[in-house]
C-alpha cells in the first residue's frame, strides 16, 4: 500500500511498511525530512512560492518563455565556478546551456590549457599545484557597470588568484599568494576594477616556515590586493580571524568580509565557542597611505599590513580595518546596488545584518553602523539583489530562497520577519545565488540562478556521486512573485557566479596575431624549418586544414625539441592540434594562433603528429612525423 502526495519537488511516495517503522517519517514530506535532519526545528517549512504579507497565499505564476530557440543566442553569459574541475563554466541565459568551459587552475587537453610552454610555465610559476578550486568569478567593472574585460577567480584549494581575457575567453595570468593558504573570496574594489582582493580563509603562521605549529594564537589570515593590469600582487592585511567571503563597497573606500574563529580556536567545538564573530571593514585608502608610509613588515616579498584588532594602525579617530559584531559564524556578505548597505548573512543565525556604510566614517563604536537585521529563515548564507529594493537570500537550511524588503528591514524591529515578501522551495540546500548583474550598481531584475549543494530526485540516477543543481529563475514581476523555470545538473563541486548582459562582451572569433607573444608562421618554405644547437632542436612549421608545414621532423635520443606552429587559417571556428600524445604534447591551435611546446625525445621510434580536432574531411590524413634516431 502506497500514499502519494505533492510535495514543492513533485510527488512524493511513502509506503505503509515506513510509516509503521518510523511515525515522524510518516508525518513528513521527503523535502521536509531532509530539512529535519539538517536542523531542529525546520520541519515546517513553506512549500512553493508562497506571498507571505498575504498571509501565506498562494501566488499565481508568472507568464515566463525561457526558452531560446535554436539559432537563437542568449541575453546574458553566466561565468560559473567549476569547483574541483578548476575551471569556468560558460553558460547561456535563459537557455542554461553550457557555452564553453575555460580552464583556470587544471590542465585541459581539449584547450591544450597547461601542454603549451606559455600556459605550463604560468602555472608551474603559480605554486605548480596539480590541482584547484575555482569559488568566485567576478567580472571587471568601469562605474560599476561591468565592462567585458576581465574574469577574476579565486582557487580555494591554494590560495592563488587568477585573470580571464574576455576577449579570447582564456587564462591569461595567475598569482600565488604567499601568505594565504585558501583563498575563499574574491571581488574587485569598485567602482573601477583597481584592485582585485583575495579573501585568506585558514588561519597559519605567518610565515608559514615551521614557526609557532603549536600555537593557534600566532596564527593569521590576510586579505591580498592586486592590481587588474597588469596582475601584480600588491600588499596584504593581516588579521587575527578566518576570513570568509568578501565584496566591495561602491565607491573605492570600503571592502568587506565575513569572518569565523573569533575563539582563534582549532576545533569545531572551540570555533564556534563565542556568540559572535565579525563582519571585517577594510578602509582601502588609509591602508594604501600605510603602505606608502612604509607602515608594514615584508613577508615572502610582500608588504603585510597589520590589521589585527590591536594593532596600533587601528587606534585612533581613522582605523585601517574595522570589526562589526554579528552572530556567530557568518557567511556570505554583499553590498545593495546602491552601496549604500552591506549585508551579511548568519548561517548558524537566521538573521542578514544590515550595516549602513557611510555610517562607519561617523561612528566610535562598530556596532553602531548596524542599520537592521531581518530574520529570514535558517541557514542563510548569500544575498543578492534584483535593484527594486529587494533582497534574495539562500537558506541552506530550508532549502529555500526568500524576498525580502531591504529598506523594510531597515525601517523594522531587529529580529522582525515582516519584511520578508515570500519564499521559494529550491532542490536541495542552496549556497549561493546570483541575480543578473546583481554585484553592479545596475542589477536588470530578472533572471536568477541558485546554485544548490544537492539534487535528490531530481535526475537520472548516476551513482552514489550525484550532480548538484543549478536552478533559473525569473523575478521580473514583483505581483506574480519568483517563478522557478529550470533545473540544470552541474559536475560537482561548484560554488558561484556572475551574470552579464551578452552586449557588454566583445569576444573575438580569430587571434590578432600582434596579441601573441610568438611570431606568426606562414606557409613560405622559409618559414618552416627545424634548427639545431647541439642537442636542442627549434621546429617551426604552419598548419592548415589537412596539412602541417613539415612531413617529417628527424631529431635524436635524447633531444630537447621546441616545436612552435601557427594555425593559418582565417576562418573562424577551424581548429587543429599539434598532438604527439607518446610525448605528452597537445597543443590546441584556434585561426591565427600561435604556440609552442617543449618536451624531451626519450625514446627511439617513429610516432605521428596529428590534429586532434575534426577540422574536415581529410582529417585523418593530416599527419607528420616525429622520427627519433636512436642515440649512438
Not at 542568449?74 to 542554461?96: K, N
Not at 532542490?427 to 546554485?451: F, K, R
Not at 521580473?476 to 560554488?495: Q, W
Amino acid at each position: 500500500m502506497t500514499d502519494t502526495h505533492d510535495t514543492a519537488g513533485g510527488n512524493s511516495t511513502r509506503t505503509a511498511v515506513e510509516d509503521d517503522r518510523d511515525p515522524l517519517f510518516a508525518r513528513i514530506p521527503r523535502r521536509d525530512f531532509m530539512k529535519a535532519g539538517a536542523a531542529a526545528g525546520a520541519i515546517g517549512s513553506l512549500a512553493g512560492c508562497t506571498n507571505l504579507l498575504d498571509e501565506g497565499e498562494t501566488t499565481a505564476a508568472a507568464d515566463v518563455d525561457a526558452s531560446v530557440p535554436p539559432g537563437e543566442l542568449d541575453e546574458y553569459y553566466a561565468f560559473l565556478s567549476g569547483g574541483h574541475s578548476g575551471d569556468i563554466r560558460v553558460y547561456g541565459v535563459p537557455s542554461m546551456r553550457q557555452i564553453m568551459r575555460i580552464p583556470v587552475f587544471n590542465v585541459e587537453s581539449a584547450r591544450g590549457y597547461g601542454f603549451d610552454d606559455e600556459t605550463h610555465e604560468m602555472l608551474q610559476e603559480a605554486g605548480g599545484y596539480t590541482w584547484g578550486d575555482t569559488h568566485h568569478p567576478r567580472v571587471s567593472q568601469t562605474d560599476n557597470q561591468y565592462d567585458g574585460e576581465w574574469l577574476f577567480v579565486n582557487d580555494k584549494a591554494n590560495g592563488r588568484m587568477a585573470r580571464i581575457d574576455l576577449e579570447y575567453f582564456e587564462t591569461d595570468a595567475i598569482i600565488d599568494l604567499p601568505n594565504q593558504q585558501g583563498t575563499h573570496g574574491a571581488c574587485a574594489l569598485m567602482p573601477d576594477t583597481r584592485l582585485i582582493f583575495g579573501v585568506g580563509e585558514l588561519r597559519v603562521p605567518i610565515p608559514n616556515d615551521g614557526r609557532d605549529l603549536e600555537d593557534p594564537s600566532e596564527y593569521g589570515s590576510t586579505l591580498s590586493a592586486m592590481s587588474a593590469d597588469p596582475f601584480d600582487h600588491e600588499w596584504d592585511v593581516r588579521v587575527d580571524c578566518n576570513l570568509d567571503n568578501g565584496d566591495s563597497g561602491k565607491y573605492g573606500e570600503w571592502f568587506f568580509t565575513t569572518s569565523y574563529n573569533t575563539e582563534e580556536a582549532v576545533t569545531e567545538s572551540e570555533m564556534t565557542a563565542s556568540d559572535t564573530d565579525y563582519v571585517v571593514a577594510f578602509n582601502i585608502p588609509r591602508i594604501e597611505d600605510a603602505v606608502d608610509a612604509g607602515e608594514f613588515e615584508e613577508i615572502n616579498g610582500v608588504p603585510v599590513v597589520d590589521g589585527t584588532e590591536d594593532s596600533p594602525l587601528n587606534d585612533g579617530d581613522e582605523p585601517l580595518v574595522r570589526y562589526i559584531d554579528v552572530p556567530t559564524n557568518p557567511h556570505g556578505v554583499s553590498v545593495t546596488p546602491d552601496g549604500e548597505y552591506a549585508i551579511a548573512s548568519g548561517k548558524l543565525d537566521p538573521t542578514c545584518t544590515i550595516i549602513e556604510v557611510d555610517q562607519l566614517n561617523e561612528v566610535d563604536d562598530a556596532n553602531d553602523a548596524i542599520a537592521g537585521r531581518v530574520n529570514v529563515g535558517n541557514g542563510p548564507l548569500h544575498t543578492a539583489y534584483d535593484g527594486r529594493g529587494h533582497g534574495y537570500t539562500t537558506l541552506f537550511v530550508d532549502s529555500q530562497v526568500v524576498k525580502w524588503d531591504i529598506e523594510a528591514a531597515v525601517d523594522a524591529e531587529m529580529g522582525s520577519a515582516d519584511p520578508v515578501i515570500e519564499k521559494h522551495d529550491v532542490h536541495y540546500s542552496p549556497g549561493h545565488l546570483i541575480a543578473a548583474e546583481s554585484y553592479t550598481g545596475d542589477p536588470q531584475g530578472d533572471w536568477l540562478i541558485v546554485l544548490n549543494k544537492l539534487s535528490k530526485d531530481r535526475f537520472l540516477p548516476v551513482g552514489p556521486v550525484f550532480p548538484e543543481n543549478d536552478q533559473l529563475f525569473y523575478i521580473g514581476d514583483d505581483d506574480a512573485g519568483m517563478e522557478l523555470v529550470k533545473d540544470t545538473p552541474a559536475y560537482p563541486e561548484p560554488h558561484d557566479a556572475s551574470i552579464v548582459r551578452a552586449d557588454r562582451l566583445d569576444p573575438a572569433s580569430v587571434y590578432d596575431p600582434d596579441d601573441l607573444a610568438l611570431e606568426f608562421i606562414s606557409p613560405d618554405d622559409e618559414d618552416n624549418f627545424i634548427e639545431r644547437d647541439g642537442d636542442r632542436v627549434h621546429v617551426e612549421m604552419y598548419n592548415a586544414r589537412n596539412t602541417f608545414g613539415l612531413e617529417d621532423i628527424v631529431v635524436q635520443e635524447g633531444d630537447e625539441v621546441t616545436i612552435r606552429s601557427t594555425n593559418i587559417e582565417q576562418e573562424e571556428d577551424i581548429l587543429h592540434s599539434v598532438a604527439i600524445p607518446q610525448h605528452n604534447v597537445n597543443i590546441k591551435l584556434a585561426p591565427q594562433e600561435t604556440r609552442e611546446v617543449t618536451f624531451t625525445a626519450d625514446e627511439p621510434g617513429v610516432y605521428w603528429i596529428y590534429c586532434a580536432y575534426f577540422c574536415s574531411a581529410l582529417h585523418l590524413e593530416m599527419r607528420s612525423r616525429l622520427l627519433v634516431e636512436p642515440a649512438d
